[in-house]
């Protein structure tokens, strides 16, 4: 299966960051937009995993806590690599030391699995769209240096999952694998 770990996002915020991705889907062009329903802070991303490595995952990843749950706030948007060549359009996410410690944490045990470490420092966003042509967008950048201070929400975290991937002519379809407790180990299948 295509899996990958992430935070699930509470429904207000999707569907308040749903409400920003309509208004400005019209001021660009060439976007792939991210269904709501899909949106996620992924901390690591696995690829294409046997059944059998499920069961090491998962008990890998109860070994990540245990952590205090924290709260993150998500706001503004940008651009990766940037603004000039946007390859992706995000929402950001801000959050304590906590959240990049838990990503750590999460990347070392996979990184005893044969998992390749990112070679990137972690940085937390959510995905909102993907640019297949990295053109600039100048009306979405334009728009997203005005609405840098808004705010879609606060949300606490206390656990994170390993999701399966489903791709499809209409996009990924997600599904939770397993539910992981920040305060404990393996809350058991989903």
């Not at 001021?27 to 996620?40: D, N, Q, V, Y």
Request: proline share 7%; net charge positive.
């Amino acid at each position: 299966m295509r899996a990958f770990i992430a935070i699930d996002l509470p429904d207000p915020i999707r569907a308040a960051l749903g409400k920003a991705q309509e208004s400005l889907r019209s001021l660009c062009s060439g976007a792939r937009w991210t269904r709501p329903e899909g949106i996620h802070l992924t901390l690591k991303f696995l690829g294409e995993i046997s059944d059998a490595r499920v069961a090491q995952i998962n008990e890998a990843l109860s070994k990540a806590g245990p952590f205090e749950p924290f709260s993150v706030e998500v706001s503004g948007f940008g651009f990766f690599p940037n603004a000039k060549r946007p390859r992706v359009f995000w929402a950001g996410v801000a959050a304590p030391p906590a959240l990049a410690e838990l990503a750590t944490r999460i990347e070392a045990q996979m990184e005893k699995f044969g998992f390749a470490r990112e070679e990137r420092d972690f940085s937390p966003h959510l995905t909102l769209a993907r640019f297949k042509d990295p053109r600039p967008q100048p009306e979405l950048s334009s728009a997203a240096a005005a609405a840098a201070a808004s705010s879609f929400g606060k949300f606490g975290v206390s656990d994170f999952f390993l999701f399966e991937s489903k791709l499809s002519p209409h996009g990924a379809v997600y599904r939770k694998v397993m539910r992981f407790s920040l305060a404990t180990t393996v809350s058991g299948g989903l």
